[in-house]
């Protein structure tokens, strides 16, 4: 894939500071900024499976919930109820 040129403004002294910055790592300005777009690319591709999971796990209970495959609230207090006073005990010991 061919290099492109990615042009754009910026103050003076930011660009001295970034500069300045870049060296001390024993990099270029242009080594930075290609591993900042990199990483920013990355998140919003990470953001955007994570986005598509999600709203498909809430749509699988909306589903799930629509279909009439429920737990009873009583059923779910019961359960915890019985977790809760396992680990008390456990504390206990």
Request: no cysteine; glycine share 4%.
């Given at each position: 894939?061919?290099?492109?040129?990615?042009?754009?403004?910026?103050?003076?002294?930011?660009?001295?500071?970034?500069?300045?910055?870049?060296?001390?790592?024993?990099?270029?300005?242009?080594?930075?900024l290609r591993g900042f777009m990199?990483?920013?690319?990355?998140?919003?591709?990470?953001?955007?499976?994570?986005?598509?999971?999600?709203?498909?796990?809430?749509?699988?209970?909306?589903?799930?919930?629509?279909?009439?495959?429920?737990?009873?609230?009583?059923?779910?207090?019961?359960?915890?109820?019985?977790?809760?006073?396992?680990?008390?005990?456990?504390?206990?010991?």
């Amino acid at each position: 894939m061919p290099d492109a040129t990615f042009t754009f403004r910026v103050e003076e002294d930011l660009k001295a500071a970034f500069s300045e910055a870049a060296k001390a790592q024993d990099q270029s300005g242009a080594q930075l900024l290609r591993g900042f777009m990199r990483d920013y690319v990355n998140r919003q591709q990470d953001d955007a499976e994570y986005d598509a999971w999600f709203r498909k796990s809430v749509q699988a209970g909306l589903d799930s919930a629509n279909a009439g495959d429920l737990i009873a609230n009583e059923d779910v207090e019961a359960e915890f109820a019985a977790r809760r006073e396992a680990s008390r005990a456990k504390l206990k010991r």
